[in-house]
């Protein structure tokens, strides 16, 4: 595969990065420990992040041979949409924190590259910057706390121009983030020495990203979470601001769908009732998440659960988030009924350290090990894979 011919040109250093992985060990030099402490970190123990990633390594492929491969397409359709690719970006809130203009940059990508993105509703660009740049993208809410609030954003996100709603489902009370706090990132940001000291012995995101956006675009808000302009990331209230949603319920999401016109998806569910419920309420899609680890930690990884929960929705696309890393783990989730999957951190990470060219590079990668891996395998097409393609690993 090869970058899109009006992406930006690569610095040469990108070719060295072989994996997504490898963006994750070159983000831990170039960022502050604190802006990288809360890209890559997860609640409590992490049981649940190692647990994403044990779940891919619990199945292990069975290729077929004899194949013809050369007519393989990675493409897939979605929401009636060709994509060139069976994964996108999930959303990852204050992206604009740890690359310049991050949601921007990574939006573009994903428009080039023609793959999904979502961006986040605690985001620090304005959701209509965005859609302008990449006219396709998904908008991720966390809701209001009242109906008017959530009536008010969804009028706005619709107004914009988003024609696909993406409503998180998981996070009725804040996480404990204990990692966040041991690598001194809050919410509100607290300036202080530690974190002076931090900016200064990382001079390439101080100047490139941080003061960059200080001098051009100042003090970077919560751009998204209501209809109108949120709180400054310093401001005392933002916790407030963001933590609000413990009465949320299902009426809420009827409410939604009676107003939302477009195609209505919820993400961070991992009970099959769940999914069913949401599904006989009119959704058009759900993503089996537990938040990459980020909210309960013990919760099951979504691969777990995913056969389950497609044998509970088979009328509506069910796609997957989590502890996606490799062409594989794509692979494995769609063998066992995910329609299409999303990645956050590595596209994160890809941006902090490269911008644009760094989420193409991140894109390009994942994409070629996606084509080469169904090529080992024999299959064709994304849609081709079934459960045939999996055995449970061999454990001694």
Known sequence: MS??????????????????????????????????????????????????????????????????????????????????????????GLAALSAYRGDLVIAQAAQRENIPFVLSGSSLIRLEEVIAVNPGAWFQAYLPGDDAGILALLERVKTAGYRTLVITLDTPAAA?????????????????????????????????????TLLRHGMPHFENSYATRGAPILSPHVERNLSDRGHLNWRHLQMIRRVWGGELVVKGVLDARDARRAADEGVDGVIVSNHGGRQLDGAAAPL?????????????????????????????????????????RP??????????????????????????????????????LDPSHLIPAQRN
């Open 347 to 384: 596209f994160a990470f890809a941006a902090a350290v490269a911008g644009e060219a760094g989420a193409h590079r991140a894109i390009d990668l994942l994409r070629s090990e996606v084509s080469r891996n169904m090529a080992l395998m024999g299959v064709l097409r994304p849609e081709d």
């Open 176 to 212: 404990n983030r204990e990692s966040n706090l041991r690598a001194g990132f809050t919410i509100p940001v607290r300036p202080g020495p530690a974190l002076a000291w931090q900016g200064l012995t990382h001079p390439r995101w101080l100047f490139g990203t941080f003061l960059r």
């Open 3 to 92: 970058r899109s011919a009006d992406a930006p040109a690569a610095p040469r250093w990108l070719q060295g990065l072989l994996c997504l992985d490898d963006f994750e060990a070159e983000a831990r030099r170039h960022l502050p420990r604190p802006v990288f402490g809360y890209v890559a970190g997860a609640a409590e123990t992490n049981q649940s992040l190692r647990a994403n990633r044990a779940s891919f390594q619990a199945w292990e492929m069975v290729p077929r041979v004899l194949v013809d491969i050369t007519p393989r397409d990675t493409g897939v359709e979605l929401f009636g949409q060709r994509y060139a690719a069976p994964f996108g970006v999930a959303p990852m």
């Open 304 to 344: 777990a659960v995913l056969p389950r929960i497609v044998e509970a929705c088979p009328g509506i696309p069910v796609m997957l988030d989590s502890g996606v890393r490799r062409g594989s783990d794509v692979l494995k989730a769609l063998a066992l009924g995910a329609r299409f999957v999303f990645v956050g």
